[in-house]
């Protein structure tokens, strides 16, 4: 007999936990802060064959400049990024019109972007990294922290 009790009695507890209609909670006070990441940075654009920095990437010091740099040198290096994809899934990509479709496009843009950043630290009087050496090295192994 209690037991015809006890579960109407734990559905109506349940009922009282569920959100009441048109309840709105209040913004949480972090996420109104600014976070210490700050914004996506604006990307530039490859014309010509030639990369094209946006003013955000421009205004990088010396630091943001090498670090971006040194992601970008183990993204190529990768061997994901140097496997060629298969008949089957290149065909499917490039119907998709996905971005990623053409990996010689896509490796193409970064190392235009790295001579682009590699122009920029010399022109701010910064040390020059040496890319065709840094791209013929081995992979980084997982882990590394930048």
């Not at 009790?5 to 959100?19: E, R, S």
């Not at 700050?38 to 630091?63: I, Q």
């Not at 089957?88 to 119907?95: D, E, I």
């Not at 990294?129 to 081995?138: F, S, V």
């Amino acid at each position: 007999m209690r037991a015809r009790f006890l579960l109407p009695a734990g559905l109506l507890a349940l009922a009282a936990c569920a959100a009441v209609p048109g309840y709105t909670p209040p913004p949480l006070a972090a996420s109104t802060s600014k976070s210490k990441f700050g914004e996506a940075l604006e990307s530039g654009d490859v014309r010509e064959g030639r990369y094209e920095m946006s003013a955000a990437e421009k205004a990088m010091d010396c630091r943001r400049l090498t670090g971006s740099m040194q992601i970008t040198l183990s993204r190529l290096k990768d061997p994901y990024m140097r496997q060629e994809p298969s008949a089957v899934s290149a065909t499917a990509q490039s119907w998709m019109g996905t971005k990623g479709a053409d990996r010689d496009a896509a490796y193409a843009r970064e190392r235009a972007k790295l001579d682009a950043y590699n122009e920029e630290l010399g022109a701010k009087g910064c040390k020059k990294l040496d890319i065709e050496t840094e791209l013929a090295r081995a992979p980084d192994p997982p882990g590394k922290r930048y």
